[in-house]
Structures are given as C-alpha cells and as structure tokens.
DNA sequence: TAAAGCGTGTACTATATACTACACACTATG
DNA sequence: CATAGTGTGTAGTATATAGTACACGCTTTA
C-alpha cells in the first residue's frame, strides 16, 4: 500500500523499460503538465492532481483511471453523476455492499449484464 | 425539477408552518451559517455549500443528506470512501447499473439484505 | 567536450471554494 | 410607536485547488 505518486512513478519506470519515450518529462509533455509538477505528483510533494489531469495520465501511463482516481480520494464524474440521478437507490446500495465480498458483488454484475431485467 | 434552492426554501416554509423556528435567520442560526449566505443559497445566488453544511442543513429540516448533495452534485464523503475501497469492483456495478431500472436494483439490495452472502 | 536530456528545488500565481460582515428596508409584536 | 425580527444587497476575505516558470546540477549522447 504505497501511495498514488510512487503509484505513477512505478509504472512509468516499467513502461520506461521498453520505451525510452517514458521520461518524466516527455510523459508530462503528452499529459500536458510541467515536468517539475509531475516530479512533484510522484514524489507527493504536491497533493494529487485534478481529476481530467489524472485521467489523461492514466491513460498514457496505461493504468484504470478509476483505480488512480481512487487513490487520489476522488471519485470519476460520470460515476459522480449516475449516484446523483438516484442519490437515494445507490446511496443505500453501496452502503449495503460496503462489507459484501467481491465475489458476491461480481456476482450481481454478471446477473446484471446477462440482462434478464 | 426545480434546483436545491428552491428545494430548500420551500421546505423550510413548509416546516415553518408548524412551527415558527424556522425563519431564515433562526436556521441559519442552528446550522452555523450566515443569514445572508442562507439567504443567498435558497435563492441559488451562490453556488451550493459545502458537504458538511449541506449535512447540517438536512438534519435541521428533516431532509435526506444524500438528496440534498446530489441536488448540488456532491456524493457524500463516505459513499466516496466505499468506491475508493474498491474503485475497479464499483465503478464497474455503477455504470453497469445507470440504466437499470428502480425496482431491478432494489430487488438487489433485498438480497444483499437478506444476507446469504 | 559541447549539447541535449534528465529529474528536482525554489518561488510564484490564477481561480475556485466557502464563506463572513455590515447595512438596509420592510413587517409584526408588545 | 418603538423595537425585535425578517429577508436581502453589497462588499470583502480566507483557504484550498491546481497548477506554472526558471534555474540548477547531473548524465548521456554525438
């Protein structure tokens, strides 16, 4: 459990390994960043950036934006605006899910998906 | 669908009709917050407050917190905390869940309830 | 050995968020 | 008819958020 700057850092060293194009500053360049906020970011000097920064990193780092979104405490928009459809329905539902075990939640996303609803 | 100003306000004159403790100021008083700025959130000339306060505000006047932050496009800090948890595993059950109707996610909640997980 | 590229330290900055403080006019109450 | 209470207009503020800009020393490359 390191936290979302090492996070970064590790992956971006492990996709370095294969493709020089991963140094700090070219991935902050893509992303659309300064390199020294980057360093920053991965060194958690700085708090987590916003969440379109986090978005377009994870995507050029090849990580879930949802899973690096998290580990900044946020939580994606359009997750944001379906609970805030029916605020009540889902609210309950995931406090109710908070302690069920992963299988048994995956298990309602496949019933879900097979659609007979 | 009128906004959370409007929403407010009115419910505050609806209790107010009871009960005579529900002035603006007398509110605004209870929940730790200006008059003024009551005043200018029932009439949406700020933007909403913050979670806490809108927390505040719904108990004050007998409202859902959870209805109350999504009308301002806010998911409470602990619905938040549960996603971050388990980011990949909920994001997933929440947009594989935006279109399914009311009555199908409350037969899941039953379940879960019903506890033979 | 010069130039390009690397990561980082220091110092700012712009915008959004979340309010407060004071003054005013109107209404109801004692 | 004074005074207590009501809502609101105007102006300002403190803090958080989300970064930028420049300079530096080290390393690799040509």
Redesign the pocket.
Known sequence: MNGLGPYI?QQ??QL?QHD?????????ERV?????????I??E??????????KRLAQELKLDPDVLLAMAG?VSSDLRAIICQRPQLFSQLLRQLKDTPDHAVLRIVREVSDGDW
Request: hydrophobic letters at 20%.
């Open positions: 850092r971006r060293e370095r020089n194009g991963y140094s700090l500053r070219q991935v902050a659309g960043i300064q390199p020294t906020y980057l360093s920053k991965e060194r000097e700085l708090p987590p950036p916003s969440e379109d920064t986090l946020k």
